[in-house]
């Protein structure tokens, strides 16, 4: 399986007209772009269906196994997410590689949230004392 990476913010809002998928988006401040993309309705339907979706994950309260994601403050890392239920803890580093570390308990992430220097808790408690994976995010959108 290939992941995108996705942020779809800047999108205000769509329609679709005559076989072509329309798009209103904020590029920020007082500007805004009319994009015209021949796609079929279904292209359309899809990214409805999507902002309900998103819009009910908003809505929920996070359950105790969703993924915590939490930024970081630090030259190593711009943000880390942590999945209680399969104790994996993803990390993004500044330099866009994303690393999955297999088997973290929950109080060693809470201890790394904690931590001053969230670098130094990292090369101290886990390079080499963890499993990991690469993953590679699918830009090809």
Do not use: W
């Amino acid at each position: 399986m290939k992941l995108s990476k996705l942020n779809l913010s800047n999108v205000v809002a769509i329609a679709h007209t005559q076989g072509n998928l329309q798009l209103l988006l904020d590029l920020g401040g007082k500007e805004l772009e009319f994009l015209e993309i021949s796609l079929p309705v279904e292209a359309f339907e899809g990214l409805q269906y999507l902002n309900e979706i998103v819009a009910q994950a908003k809505a929920k309260p996070p359950s105790p196994d969703t993924v915590t994601m939490f930024p970081v403050k630090s030259p190593m890392a711009n943000a880390v997410e942590y999945e209680g239920s399969n104790k994996i803890l993803q990390v993004e580093f500044h330099n866009q590689a994303v690393y999955q570390y297999t088997g973290v308990d929950k109080n060693t992430c809470q201890d790394l949230h904690k931590a001053g220097s969230a670098g130094r808790f990292f090369n101290e408690k886990f390079r080499g004392k963890y499993q990991y994976d690469r993953i590679d995010f699918d830009h090809d959108c």
